[in-house]
């Protein structure tokens, strides 16, 4: 995802704060340059996180959407429960074939990178399906809430 000059498309963060739509520039901004209109807003977005599971030499990888995101920091969560979930499966119940392909049969063999992910993350066709999966079939006190939303949810409670 990074040194590849993608853009965002997200008219808040190119047209008003912070005014960019580079994603390799958005990564760098820190905590200050995500603020808008006198500390009132905070603007919040996926960024690059360590994973074990990462592909080759590469430590960090980076979600472009919710689905993505919560995928990698979750992932031997969503290795271990993928065959429960309704967003993972066809009509008649069977895991789909693209989630099935780059799930290998042990977890120690589990290797992701963004492509993956995007594979995996790509057969999610209803979101809310997705978040009565992760309720459904993850522990609470098991899984992690994605670092960026995080990060908002304590700077409201600030």
Known sequence: MTGKGY???NKTLIEWVPGEKMIDDLLEFNEEEKLG???MFRIAYQYPVKSKRCRENKDRICGRSFEEQFIIENIDL?????DKFESFSTPSGKVKKKVKDNFPGNIDNL???????DTIAS???NKPTF???IMLYL???NWSIPIYIREGLEWLQE
């Open 7 to 9: 853009e965002t498309c």
């Open 123 to 125: 057969v999610i066709a």
């Open 139 to 141: 522990e609470l006190d």
């Open 111 to 117: 290797v992701i990178d963004e492509d993956k992910v």
């Open 37 to 39: 209109c006198d500390d």
């Open 131 to 133: 978040a009565y999966d």
């Open 78 to 82: 969503i290795y271990e429960k993928h």
